[in-house]
């Protein structure tokens, strides 16, 4: 299934080899969001924007993006940093904090996403991570059942909410 994808990291040199990568997951996002969602940036405006965090994560201890690729053609990527534990959970003392996992459409089913989290799970442990956490997009139900069978489990709901816009007292 993943014959011929290897994994690599990836040199914070290099960030821009992933604007392709991140454009397919954002035109991904933009197909199965909902209509209640916020306009998105322009391709170009994105990019920079993300790659200026991922810039700022690999300052940090313990930060990775690892590349999935298919001869020289990078397929997908992971981006990785690190956190501190649950002031409230006992989950452990650091976390790994999964920011973008994107595989290109034609890749997708095919073990590139697996082994590129099969890896990042054996890079934290490696930095004693005992938790692995990541934000999937409402609507992104292809994702939810891929990270389910890669044994993630639903332990919050992140909410939004413009602040312009507060609810209308209704009176009742």
């Known amino acids: 299934m993943a014959e011929g994808i290897r994994i690599e990291e990836l040199d914070r040199d290099c960030l821009d080899e992933l604007e392709p990568l991140w454009n397919a997951l954002r035109e991904h996002h933009m197909a199965v969001a909902g209509d209640w969602l ?18 700022s994560w690999l300052e940090e201890e313990g930060a990775f993006v690892l590349v999935a690729r298919r001869g020289p053609l990078a ?9 501190g534990g649950s002031p409230t959970w006992q989950l452990g003392e650091r976390a790994g904090e999964l920011e973008t996992l994107s595989v290109l459409a034609n890749e997708r089913g095919h073990g590139a996403g697996r082994l590129l989290l ?17 934000h999937v997009l409402c609507g992104n139900e292809a994702a939810e059942r891929f990270y389910e069978r890669e044994g993630f489990k639903s332990f919050a709901v992140w909410l939004t909410s413009p ?3 507060p609810p209308q007292d209704d009176g009742g």
């Open 75 to 83: 397929v997908g990527y992971a981006m990785v940093h690190m956190r």
């Open 118 to 134: 099969l890896e990042v799970r054996s890079r934290l442990r490696d930095l004693e991570a005992t938790e692995l956490s990541l």
């Open 38 to 55: 916020p306009e998105m940036y322009a391709r170009n405006v994105s990019w920079l924007r993300r790659r200026d965090q991922y810039a």
């Open 163 to 165: 602040v312009s816009d």
